[in-house]
């Protein structure tokens, strides 16, 4: 029968498991697997409207994933949970083994085995008599030189048994290789926390800026805004920017791809804080803007008609470019305008604007050109209560006609309303009147700021860089023992021994048998029989001879 662990040695047991590698592994992977989720569900942090939406279309479904917070993975308890586990078993796994390491470098390497024969890699080398006088070679001084040219190749060596006839030499290279695991792990913790801190401290939003208007990094500023779990208004720097214009240019040469955009363009003017110097800058795609601890991305662009709504008083209930949506190539856009301001009933069309109108034979407008050769507005409007006075969010580009009451329509008598560019067109029953003034272009904008970025990009090339060490250095030990023939010879044999597996082995021992042999002038010979190399010719011939044998590392 087992004995019991007891309760510290459950704690130990526990302890022992969670710094495992295989479970740092397993604890990667399931977090991997958490974060599916937060891109199958709508995420409250990102979009709080929507998720509201998804509840109520889904009175049994939603609830009961939003009390699993599948609504907020990366701030709920289970990822975070994993997240913690997973930072706490790295570093119970790199600790000791970093600990083991630092010991491993300041300590000797091995002692020298007895039989060097049993190594997988083990060779011999044998300097005549005459050579060894005439270089006043002994065991001693064969095994300085050994270490000498082990040290060179870079061996960390250590000279042993000097004071006996059968000195030896105890090397080691290729510590390196678990450096670079360490460094490998260190950096995925590394990892981990620029990633934490970009998502307690970083955050992003949206913003479409027409030609001619300003952006301020304030919280009102923004069109959408997604702050990290941990982020203070004080961490917006108060720059501005304006855009100044922005050119598309089109391909005009090629018919296959006649009318395909080439290159986008937005020239802005920043400004780093009130009372700064303004600077003009050039904004292209894959080209972002650093300001202010921030980066502006290039993300959308279209077109902007200014539009002029007078209600049924003859006053000004909307003026000013609107932002239309394109739905293709050509930029044909959708356009909705909404005027709660207008007396004595709220007003709201909605349509397409063609940058190039054209009408076909069965009488619908459509456009031929992405650029505004003959930009044109067509537009149902409608009158009521756009549902905007109750507080409820809706969004800008979309609307409800439910409870509106339809006044221009290609269905109805009077026809829709089709405007180019300086017309005016009056609504039915004295509501108002719209007008198509001129036309901007826009761009959307994505900035982003997170302070963990350049933690990652720093932590994923070490650990890039120690990964690429930890499978591409081969940990290897070498000995080399001298001896002196009772005839004078001076007698040398090496083993090579690896840690793991490495099929480099029996080229690294060739490389330090041909290394021993340039240092004591023994010639190299043809092969031998067993598998073995000769080196050089009979000692009656004042030659010496060497013999190197590989066994199967398995």
Not at 54 to 69: A, E, R
Not at 240 to 252: E, G, K, P, W
Not at 493 to 517: I, S
Request: include cysteine; charge should be negative; glycine fraction near 10%.
């Amino acid at each position: 029968m087992l004995p019991s662990l007891g309760f510290f040695g459950t704690l130990r047991w526990a302890w022992t498991q969670l710094t495992s590698m295989r479970t740092a592994l397993f604890l990667l992977l399931l977090l991997a697997v958490a974060a599916v989720p937060g891109s199958l569900f709508p995420q409250r942090p990102a979009n709080p409207a929507v998720v509201t939406r998804y509840i109520q279309d889904n009175p049994d479904t939603g609830p009961v994933l939003d009390w699993f917070q599948l609504f907020d993975v990366y701030s709920s308890v289970w990822f975070s949970a994993i997240y913690l586990l997973l930072f706490i078993s790295l570093i119970g796994c790199v600790v000791p083994r970093a600990i083991a390491h630092f010991r491993a470098v300041r300590s000797k390497p091995p002692r020298t085995p007895k039989r060097l024969s049993r190594l997988p890699v083990y060779g011999t080398l044998e300097v005549p008599a005459h050579t060894a006088r005439e270089a006043g070679l002994t065991p001693v001084s064969a095994a300085e030189e050994a270490a000498a040219v082990l040290r060179k190749r870079g061996y960390r060596v250590d000279l042993r048994d000097a004071g006996t006839d059968r000195p030896s030499v105890g090397a080691e290279r290729g510590l390196a290789k678990e450096l670079g695991n360490l460094v490998f792990h260190t950096s995925l913790i590394g990892v981990l926390v620029s990633v934490a801190v970009g998502g307690l401290f970083g955050y992003n939003g949206q913003k479409v800026v027409v030609e001619g208007e300003s952006f301020v990094n304030t919280l009102i500023g923004y069109d959408t805004f997604n702050p990290g779990s941990n982020f203070s208004d004080d961490q917006l720097e108060p720059y501005s920017l304006r855009l100044d214009s922005f050119d598309v240019r089109f391909d005009r040469e090629q018919e296959s791809h006649y009318g395909q955009p080439l290159d986008f363009t937005a020239n802005v003017t920043t400004q780093d804080g009130p009372g700064e110097d303004e600077t003009q800058q050039v904004l292209k795609v894959n080209a972002p803007l650093t300001i202010g601890g921030t980066n502006v991305y290039l993300v959308g662009n279209g077109y902007a008609p200014v539009v002029t709504v007078r209600d049924g008083e003859g006053n000004i209930a909307q003026q000013g470019p609107v932002v239309s949506v394109p739905s293709d190539g050509l930029y044909t856009s959708l356009m909705v305008i909404k005027a709660p301001d207008a007396k004595p009933d709220q007003l709201g069309f909605v349509g397409f604007f063609l940058p190039t109108a054209f009408v076909d034979e069965q009488g619908v407008s459509f456009s031929r050109d992405p650029d505004p050769f003959n930009p044109q507005l067509n537009l149902n409007s409608y009158y009521g209560d756009l549902g905007l006075d109750d507080g409820t969010p809706e969004n800008v580009y979309v609307l409800d006609t439910d409870n509106l009451t339809e006044l221009n329509s290609r269905n109805s008598d009077d026809g829709g309303i089709v405007l180019g560019v300086g017309q005016t067109v009056d609504l039915p029953e004295g509501k108002g009147s719209i007008t198509f003034d001129g036309l901007k272009r826009y761009v959307a904008l994505d900035i982003h700021h997170d302070p963990g970025e350049a933690g990652a990009l720093v932590f994923s090339t070490l650990a890039l860089l120690g990964l690429s060490a930890s499978l591409f250095i081969g940990r290897r030990r070498l000995w080399v023992r001298t001896g002196e023939h009772p005839d004078g010879r001076i007698m040398v044999e090496y083993g090579l021994l690896a840690r793991g597996e490495d099929n480099r082995l029996p080229a690294e021992g060739k490389a330090v048998e041909k290394l021993l042999a340039d240092r004591w002038l023994v010639p190299s010979g043809a092969a031998g029989e067993n598998g073995q190399q000769e080196v050089g010719a009979s000692s009656a011939a004042g030659a010496g001879q060497s013999h190197h044998n590989s066994k199967d590392n398995s």
